[in-house]
């Protein structure tokens, strides 16, 4: 029965019951329930939190109201309501497929499913054609909850949505951007993709939010900005064109950033209203990494002050996808919510062991400088003996490729300007191929190949004539004279050897102007990874040192990677570490937002 539950996370509200998950004296727990403030008297803090609950209710309400008005005729799901809760769905969620927060190129290509999500191979293989291309567990069916939003996007609200790691608020973004690129296909420039730092945005094939906006640091005030973007032609097109402005990662962005566009937008577009009018689509979960604090206080995005009037409707998604074991899901919302119970706290120490991975792929280690990540991974590639090591040099272009600009964005793409391979080299995939091979894949190269005697994967014809499959032994490269030799990679979860050949990245403007481009092998070294860079990848085998984690949020982003217990080793853990971040939020009432998540999905009623 249990292992049919379905891993929830998260509450829209602060309306939460304990008495199935009590939280023991000793726990980190600083916010009170609800459910004990009737019976005593209040302090300044709860009474704090009860106003704003209070207010939370009549928004929970009005957002109800739009979500009732949608027919539920419309939610593309077998188990469709017109119930204005959002109910979890009636069957169990499908197997979930390892993709990380990325918009690779080839995903723009896919024809339009409706309301699923494929990835799409682009990448040559050995799979002889005889083995069917399962094409299931590729398919992400859009959750109820995840609809629903996707929805009220094309109805053309303004909304935010958060949700804990892993319930697949980058899998919905991507649907979303998929969904409004269609429907506005026909207005150029109508759909900003941004994202508040530049990996974010290079993650989802956008721009940053202070390039899409034009104003360079942005350090100056609303009125001086918008003077500014007024000269620059381009700039100014861009906010006059726009209709929908996304921002992902919206947890790193400034408050007074997010006022200075909203006042910029009313005076660019001369409309009244915040942003002048653009519709809004925001996502990001505020308990993973803060804005960058340049000395002062932090100010997130929630606490501007046209947020509230900028932003009608806030969901938080419940639904985690990328745990399936609910007593993880649990361990990591108890973090999240810094409210680590006794036997948590002692889980989590257990899992400081040594995990032997016999198949000989160990796992990523996440550190918070790029330096140790860097050193990690160079001194196990010269662990490496007696294999011919093989430089892939990345192809970059671009508008403003050459100019410091372009060399900080091109710094951000997960490909590197230099790619060092060797066999036995253990690597990630960057780009998704198809269901089983997709970005945050894990491998190890086993020879190098020119790929002539490779077949296309998934077979270009079901029953054309077979092509000769490669069946070189791990280790044996072959060199044809004059030609590039790519790497195979065997991958650890399909144990497929797939010949891996150059893909290109770009960020682009949304006019279509290519900013910048890099055409390289998908592939990382894959034994050390940064934290920051691992934001929004779903990783099977984790290894974080918590000594080591000193920014707020980094320890909850690194942890809540893994996708089970079994894959996970945390090297001194502290449960202090993990409560920086949330104090920070508690203080600003965040999370009446987005509540308590268990693995039961409690909502707000
Ligand atoms: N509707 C769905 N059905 C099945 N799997 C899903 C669904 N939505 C997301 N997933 C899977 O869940 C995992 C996590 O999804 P995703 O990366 O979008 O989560 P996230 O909320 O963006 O996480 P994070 O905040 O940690 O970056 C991925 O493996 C993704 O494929």
Redesign the pocket.
């Given at each position: 029965m249990s292992q049919q539950k379905q891993v929830m996370s998260g509450l829209r509200s602060i309306k939460r019951d304990f008495s199935s998950n009590p939280v023991p004296s000793s726990s980190q727990d600083s916010t009170p329930s609800s459910s004990q403030s009737g019976t005593r008297t209040l302090s300044g803090m709860e009474k704090r939190l009860r106003d704003i609950q209070a207010a939370l209710d009549e928004r929970a309400a009005c957002t109800e109201k739009v979500l009732a008005s949608y027919p539920s005729s419309q939610s593309g799901l077998s188990s469709s309501s017109s119930n204005s809760t959002l109910k979890r769905p009636a069957t169990t969620?499908?197997?979930?497929?390892?993709?990380?927060?990325q918009l690779p190129s080839s995903w723009n290509r896919d024809p339009p499913t409706a309301h699923t999500t494929q990835s799409r191979n682009t990448i040559g293989t050995v799979t002889p054609k005889t083995s069917s291309v399962p094409t299931k567990p590729g398919l992400?069916?859009?959750?109820q909850e995840?609809t629903h939003i996707l929805r009220l996007v094309e109805q053309g609200n303004s909304v935010f949505y958060t949700?804990?790691?892993?319930?697949?608020?980058?899998?919905?973004?991507r649907e979303i951007i998929k969904t409004l690129k269609k429907r506005y296909s026909k207005v150029p420039d109508a759909i900003a993709v941004t994202a508040s730092t530049g990996i974010a945005a290079c993650n989802i094939g956008g721009v940053t939010i202070h390039s899409f906006a034009g104003i360079g640091l942005g350090i100056e005030d609303a009125e001086h900005l918008a003077t500014k973007v007024k000269k620059n032609k381009k700039a100014m097109a861009r906010w006059l064109r726009t209709k929908v402005l996304i921002i992902d990662e919206v947890s790193m962005v400034d408050g007074e950033l997010f006022d200075k566009l909203a006042r910029m937008g009313s005076f660019l577009r001369r409309h009244v209203e915040p942003f002048g009018g653009i519709q809004l689509v925001v996502t990001?979960?505020f308990f993973?990494l803060p804005p960058v604090n340049k000395g002062g206080q932090v100010k997130f995005a929630f606490e501007a002050e046209y947020w509230k009037q900028a932003i009608k409707n806030t969901f938080n998604?419940t639904?985690v996808?990328?745990q399936r074991d609910p007593e993880f899901v649990d361990m990591l919302n108890e973090m999240r919510f810094g409210r680590l119970t006794q036997k948590s706290i002692m889980k989590f120490k257990r899992l400081e062991r040594e995990i032997d991975y016999e198949d000989g792929v160990s796992a990523t280690e996440l550190f918070p400088r790029r330096e140790d990540v860097e050193n990690s991974n160079r001194l196990r590639m010269s662990g490496i003996q007696g294999s011919h090591e093989h430089i892939y040099t990345a192809s970059d272009g671009g508008v403003l490729y050459g100019t410091d600009q372009g060399t900080k964005m091109l710094a951000n793409f997960m490909a590197p300007q230099q790619l060092k391979l060797k066999v036995g080299a253990q690597v990630m995939l960057i780009k998704n191929m198809d269901e089983f091979h997709?970005n945050g894949s894990m491998g190890t190269v086993v020879q190098f190949s020119d790929g002539t005697d490779w077949t296309a994967y998934p077979p270009p014809e079901e029953d054309g004539p077979k092509k000769p499959t490669s069946k070189g032994p791990a280790g044996n490269e072959k060199k044809p004279a004059g030609g590039m030799v790519w790497p195979v990679v065997e991958f650890l979860t399909s144990r497929r050897r797939i010949l891996i050949q150059p893909e290109v990245w770009k960020v682009e403007l949304p006019n279509g102007e290519i900013q910048v481009s890099r055409t390289q092998v998908p592939l990382i070294l894959s034994w050390a990874m940064s934290i920051h860079k691992s934001?929004?990848?779903?990783l099977e085998r984790v290894k974080v040192n918590l000594a080591k984690v000193f920014e707020k949020g980094q320890a909850y982003?690194a942890l809540?990677?893994a996708t089970s217990l079994e894959g996970l080793q945390v090297l001194h853990f502290d449960p202090a570490k993990v409560r920086a971040l949330l104090s920070y939020i508690i203080s600003r009432s965040f999370i009446l937002f987005t509540g308590q998540g268990t693995s039961q999905g409690r909502r707000m009623e």
């Open positions: 969620h499908p197997e979930p497929a390892n993709k990380r927060r992400v069916a859009l959750s995840q949700g804990s790691a892993g319930t697949g608020k980058s899998v919905l973004l990001g979960d993973q998604l639904q996808f990328r997709v934001q929004g990848q779903t982003v809540s990677r």
